[in-house]
């Protein structure tokens, strides 16, 4: 089809050169007159040429997401075969009203209008533009971030990228549920486990400094599978999604500065919005590190969970609870005796001894854990003494550690709505 | 409902594995007090012991490998029995990941 296209635009441009080297079609100024008949011909096959390798262009590159699935003999080949239609002209009338629709556009109720068949094929030859689109049905949000990752594996193996190439790999498995994927940059990922459309329960992890879509695999997706294992043990109507959707702090110096979470929190608050969850659901916000920073901005800016959670929180970039305006928000932080984190002062008071800093743009307030207004919920480390620093306490909240499993045990219990276990419970009980 | 998986080490340090049950109990409280026992008995750490508790009976344990849990939902019927090893180094038999 490719080839196709090419040979159109060269017929053209032999038409154009043939009628005397100018980019008007034409008859050359020393045609005859009684010639003059063929202009309006020339022309329109000129026209009709550069139109047609423009649409066979379109189509070849729909029929190319196909190639990028496959054809399994023995699977399901239905998505391939949905983009094979679709590249025939088979959807030609629904992508055209897809792409009407703009950005504002009632999407919910264009896709409801579809058959399955139908909305698979929008979506996945609109990929780009449906996979982190509020309003899209999970399923189809779905199949869209999975194509995509399909264009992002390709993109590795041609340049020779094998690390990004296994990293793909492993996010094409078939039970990965992603509601955003972008890998530009330090990349951006949504990844969800359970059943999203049905569940009670619904908790949104943000993580904290250093996190990217890089390390993903080798960290973040732990703590995703930690909370929601424990979730479901407790409450099978359980979703978990672990969102990183703007690029947080990559060094312990940026991570003093509020700019990323600020730019952050509209980013999060959208896409909370964007899940449309129904009023009975419970849902749950839960930052770890400058992730709760995050949450914070988030809250500040007009998310509002059932639950917030601040795990090893340098601070919500608050002072006292009032200033999230957030009065139905259930608030608890969660820290373990030798995190290292509550030495971290607000950066105003760190550099700001030497080099005048706004406040606005530096530090993240007080910290959650001592702030009027918020439970402190057991992470599992009270017996330790208060003066301990232990270098790994700071990301031992979700396995992987002594305490691990008391603290996301407890974690889940919030997102579930049991009854958690507090702090003073915890050192009363020792 | 048995659920074995993998479990989480930091930075892909070594292996880990899980294993979850859930199964119906008569008495989910009594049961969650004689697996507790049993626990005991084998010499693990108990980490947080809410027996008692008035609707989530509960233990967590550990031992020098391995983590546990059991709690019981009086309300249902039904116990969750958890569980998950250290992180370990070097290969792991598959037939040993739930034993």
Not at chain 1, 33 to 49: I, Q
Not at chain 1, 121 to 150: C, D, I, M, T
Not at chain 1, 351 to 377: K, N, Q, S, Y
Not at chain 2, 57 to 86: K, Q
Request: negative net charge; proline residues 5%; charged residues 20%.
């Amino acid at each position: 089809m490719w080839l196709l296209a090419s040979r159109l635009e060269e017929a053209a441009q032999e038409i154009t050169r043939l009628q005397g080297g100018s980019v008007t079609v034409g008859l050359p100024i020393t045609a005859t007159p009684e010639l003059a008949h063929y202009e309006a011909h020339l022309r329109n096959m000129v026209e009709w040429c550069h139109s047609s390798a423009a649409e066979i262009r379109k189509r070849a590159a729909v029929a190319a997401q196909a190639d990028l699935i496959g054809w399994d003999p023995a699977g399901d080949n239905t998505a391939r075969e949905a983009l094979m239609t679709a590249a025939a002209g088979g959807f030609d009338e629904q992508l055209a009203a897809f792409d009407a629709l703009g950005e504002d556009g009632d999407v919910a109720a264009y896709f409801a209008a579809l058959t399955p068949g139908q909305a698979l094929a929008v979506a996945l030859a609109r990929a780009s533009q449906v996979g982190a689109r509020a309003g899209v049905p999970f399923e189809l949000r779905y199949a869209a971030n999975r194509q995509l990752v399909r264009q992002a594996h390709a993109e590795a193996i041609r340049v020779g990228d094998k690390a990004a190439a296994d990293r793909y790999t492993r996010l094409l498995n078939p039970d990965r549920q992603l509601l955003l994927f972008d890998p530009r940059g330090l990349g951006k990922i949504a990844e969800v486990k359970g059943d999203l459309a049905t569940a009670k329960n619904v908790s949104i992890f943000v993580p904290g400094t250093e996190n990217s879509l890089l390390n993903y695999l080798r960290g973040s997706e732990g703590t995703l599978s930690t909370l929601h294992g424990a979730a479901t043990g407790i409450s099978a109507d359980t979703a978990t999604i672990l969102w990183m959707g703007s690029p947080l702090p990559q060094s312990v110096g940026a991570a003093m500065f509020d700019l990323r979470a600020d730019r952050s929190a509209p980013e999060l608050r959208d896409f909370f919005d964007g899940l449309r969850l129904s009023p009975e659901v419970r849902t749950t916000l839960i930052g770890h590190s400058y992730g709760s920073t995050v949450t914070g901005h988030a809250v500040k800016a007009g998310l509002h969970p059932d639950n917030l959670i601040a795990v090893a929180s340098p601070g919500w970039g608050v002072t006292s609870t009032s200033e999230l305006h957030a009065p139905e928000t259930k608030l608890f932080a969660m820290r373990h005796q030798g995190d290292y984190i509550k030495l971290v002062p607000p950066a105003e008071d760190a550099i700001g001894f030497f080099i005048p800093v706004p406040d606005t743009i530096a530090g993240h307030g007080e910290d959650p854990v001592f702030m009027p207004g918020v439970e402190r919920l057991s992470s599992g480390s009270e017996s330790h003494p208060f003066y301990e620093i232990d270098a790994d306490a700071h990301s031992d909240y979700f396995g992987g550690s002594d305490a691990g499993r008391i603290a996301g045990l407890n974690l889940a219990r919030v997102i579930v709505g049991d009854d958690y276990e507090t702090y003073e419970e915890a050192k009363a009980a020792l | 409902m048995r659920t074995p998986g993998k479990w989480w080490c930091e930075l892909g340090e070594g292996q880990a594995f899980q294993l979850g049950f859930t199964a119906p109990a008569r008495d989910p409280r009594a049961t969650v007090v004689a697996v507790a026992e049993l626990w005991r008995r084998e010499g693990l750490l108990v980490q947080m012991d809410r027996t008692q508790h008035a609707t989530r009976p509960e233990v967590i344990v550990r031992g020098r490998l391995i983590e546990m849990s059991v709690h019981g939902f009086p309300e249902r019927g039904t116990v969750w029995i958890a569980g998950n090893t250290a992180c370990l180094d070097g290969e792991v038999p598959p037939a040993w990941r739930d034993v």
